[in-house]
């Protein structure tokens, strides 16, 4: 059960003309995922304790502000953590801090590092500001069969997009909108100012890592269809000496999916495309899977095909399959089995989940199998 926390408005005589005073509440939330897990990456084989297979282990704030005349205030902050060790987690989502050496932003172990947003929201839609998640993100979540959780879902094009889930699937130094649903209907637009260079000697491009996102999406009684669009800014870095050399790359991200529910039983498809700037680099991902509930008892299935591209010699490709079991304790706790493989071809160096080198393939061509016992509980 969320623990909502009542705050006095005692602020609101305080400010000028205050017609009346405005009703505020602040949520915390959160989820703490672990499981024991066993895995074979092709030459190594390990048993360990795992946080975030399920879902990401987070605890955040929410908070909202009835303004009057249909206007909200709304921020929201977010850290995510590793439940086995109580460690939080790295991330690159200060591209400010850009150097030739990490060109995304230097690793750092920030608080609220999933997402830090302040928002307005009235009849017409949404406007934040801060770092959040990308439209492209939203859709991927809406038609990924098992919605970005477990082995085998959707966040493999994450890998594919060579930059990590930073500049992909969130983005920092951003205004976001979003619509209000009209007949169904829905669209988010989002925009980065990326590195905020001023592109001096030295420094990053003055478009190092800027973005923009956009996505539509059509949510019937039972069908959903999604598509995004994202581009990306990629600082070029020259080798010899290792320096900026004033030019970006873009990079052009293409989601497109559709979802399908009766009853208790669901499926979801979607395609994706990364084109790099770089020639023969670009990557696909193509998914289908579903979803069957019947009293506490979920089961999930998933395939997907990956490729990326190559310039001489074979194409690297992978099967990904998962199959995983849930059961719910409670509204809030939940039993879980998960197990999935990729099967790469000669060539594949591909992971399980995204970047997680825990399931990633110790030699190339090499296959990725791992099993999950868990639980999960939200706040």
């Keep these: 059960m969320k623990a909502v926390l009542q705050t006095a408005g005692i602020a609101a005589s305080l400010a000028l003309a205050a017609p009346a005073m405005a009703q505020s509440n602040v949520t915390l939330y959160g989820a703490v995922d672990a499981g024991l897990s066993y895995s074979d990456t092709g ?19 929410l908070g909202t502000e009835d303004l009057g005349g249909g206007l909200k205030a709304r921020f929201q902050l977010e850290a995510g953590f590793d439940s086995d060790t109580g460690a939080m987690k790295s991330y690159t989502g200060n591209p400010s801090s850009a150097t030739p050496a990490a060109p995304g932003g230097v690793a750092a172990s920030g608080l609220f590092n999933r997402r830090s947003f302040v928002a307005l929201e009235g009849g017409w839609g949404t406007v934040a500001i801060g770092r959040d998640y990308t439209p492209l993100y939203w859709a991927l979540l809406e038609t990924d069969p098992l919605r970005l959780q477990l082995y085998g879902n959707a966040q493999q094009t994450i890998l594919l997009s060579g930059t990590g889930s930073d500049r992909f699937g969130r983005a920092s130094n951003a205004v976001f909108y979003s619509s209000p649903s009209l007949q169904g209907f829905m669209a988010r637009v989002m925009y980065s100012a990326g590195s905020e260079s001023s592109g001096g000697p030295g420094a990053a491009p003055k478009a190092a890592n800027r973005m923009e996102s956009v996505s539509v999406q059509y949510k019937g009684e039972s069908l959903l269809l999604a598509g995004a669009y994202q581009e990306l800014e990629l600082p070029v870095v020259s080798q010899a000496p290792l320096a900026f050399t004033g030019a970006t790359g873009t990079r052009k991200d293409l989601v497109l999916g559709a979802k399908y ?3 208790d039983y669901s499926v979801a498809s979607g395609y994706f495309h990364a084109k790099q700037p770089v020639p023969d680099s670009d990557s696909k991902d193509v998914w289908l899977g579903g979803a069957v509930t019947k009293g506490l008892s979920t089961v999930q299935l998933n395939v997907q095909r990956m490729s990326r591209d190559a310039a001489a010699g074979v194409a690297p490709k992978s099967t990904v399959f998962s199959l995983s079991y849930l059961y719910r304790l409670s509204r809030r706790s939940v039993l879980y089995a998960s197990y999935g493989q990729s099967r790469n071809n000669a060539t594949g160096t591909f992971a399980l989940v995204s970047n997680d080198t825990a399931v990633a393939p110790t030699s190339v061509g090499a296959r990725v199998r791992a099993l999950t016992l868990g639980i999960n509980h939200s706040l």
């Design 43 to 61: 030459n190594a084989k390990a048993t360990t304790v795992t946080s975030g297979v399920a879902s990401a282990s987070r605890l955040g704030f």
């Design 261 to 263: 529910t009766v009853g």
